[in-house]
């Protein structure tokens, strides 16, 4: 006999650690870097505070005062701005068209009295409210290409950038206010908000004009949740000053709060991502060579174990045609030898006059004790067919078709109902039997 080789059943992938080392780049490149720009910038280079968002709660975060500082940033980090709020004018309009450039080309004329500046000079960002107005932030061009260029300059490509005070936690029916240097920051609602300066024994006049007005339209808030007040802050006077209730939050919400989706995002029109695309490119490049890399590889291994496999096989078959041309010498053409070797040693069998269990005779022999000691069993028919036999009977009821079962069972015959009728005679049925190979008595 040939000698039996034994072919693994599972191979080590030699790139399986290339593309696990991908897959952490990508997981560690897919943060979420935000960054948060001093008053002023880039002209005023001031403090920088950033914060890296991942899969953890805790986010790790710092200050700098130049961009290249930040550390953790890859070329797949998606990058969110939080622009200076004193920069941009946020506001409510309500416009009878919802076509995006009908809208663009309205907004300078129904916005023109909170306008200072050419209206030319001047971005429009908006975002549509669900009770039918919309959202608006207006922002200087220079100021925001500016804040564009620097970012860009220092391998950050923002996907969004939004004024600050719409960073501020928003809790139910409450306002916000956060200190941040010499100015307070207002959130009034999921895209409104303010900037005024601070003021810590007594509410500054501008809050207490947009709460004033907040009540006239039946929209003023249930509290007012101050966050990391400054030494001297008088929660009393503030509580009986805006006759809200004050809570206050000693921690600072750029540490303990996450604004999971911005709520306005300047970049849009033509300074929107889609435009900048194209830059992208280089930083893409790294993960496009090994992605190109890993798949080469992969092809190279596959065609590989490809060969192996085939060159096995070839060999398990020659051995195969050996061993038949060493048994029958006198057969001249070799085409399957596993099929030609059994129908080869069936004839010698044949011609030998040697019966096996599974031929006609010695099944009928096997099945004739149960028909002889079940008179309640009507043979209809017989047939013999790949080593089996198929009756057709007719028995009284199921329960004595399970009985023929069974003493066919024990005598070693395997048996297979192939059909079974209920007929006013009795129950028609088609039963299939075969030898196991156990021999009953």
Known sequence: MPKRQTIPAK???????????????????????????????????????????????????????????????????????????????????TLPTRSRAKIQQALPYALEDQLIGEPDQLHFAYRALDDGNLAVAVTTRARL?????????????????????????????????????????????????????????????????????AR???????????????????????STSLGLPIQVQTQSFWVSHHEPVPALNLLQGAYAPSSQMHTMVPAL???????????????????????????????????????FKRTFPEAQTVIDPALQMQRLISEMQD???????????????????????SPQLKLRGIQYGESRLTLDVTLPDYQTMDAI??????????????????TPAGIEGRLRLGQTGKTGT
């Open 11 to 93: 191979r080590v992938n030699p790139f399986g650690k290339m593309l696990q080392a991908l897959r952490q780049t990508w997981s560690r490149q897919g943060n979420t870097l935000e960054v948060l720009l001093p008053r002023g910038w880039p002209e005023n280079r001031g403090i920088i505070h950033w914060r890296l968002r991942g899969d953890t709660d805790v986010a790790p975060h710092g200050q700098v005062t130049e961009l290249n500082q930040i550390p953790g940033v890859g070329a797949m980090t998606r990058v969110h701005v939080w622009t200076p709020p004193s920069e941009s004018l946020l506001t409510h309009v």
């Open 351 to 373: 011609k030998g006059g040697k019966s096996s269990g599974t031929d006609m005779l010695p099944l009928l022999g096997n099945i004739a004790p149960v028909v002889q000691a």
């Open 405 to 422: 079962k069974s003493a066919f069972t024990t005598r070693g015959m395997q048996v297979e109902v192939i059909g079974a009728n209920s």
């Open 285 to 323: 490049r790294q993960a496009a060579i090994m992605l190109a890399a890993w798949l080469i590889g992969s092809l190279g291994f596959n065609l590989w174990e490809w060969w192996q496999l085939k060159k096995t096989h070839e060999n398990l078959r020659q051995e195969m045609v050996s061993l």
């Open 216 to 238: 006239e339209k039946q929209m003023s808030p249930q509290k007012l949740l101050v966050i990391q007040a400054p030494q001297g802050f008088d929660q009393t006077a503030w």
């Open 145 to 213: 290409q500016a804040w564009i260029t620097q970012l860009t300059d220092a391998g950050l490509r923002p996907t969004s950038l939004c004024p600050a005070q719409l960073a501020l936690p928003l809790i139910g029916d409450s306002w916000s206010v956060a200190y941040h240097e010499d100015e307070i920051w207002v959130r009034t609602g999921p895209s409104s908000g303010f900037v005024c300066t601070a003021s810590a024994r007594t509410p500054p006049s501008m809050l207490v004009t947009a709460l004033n007005e």
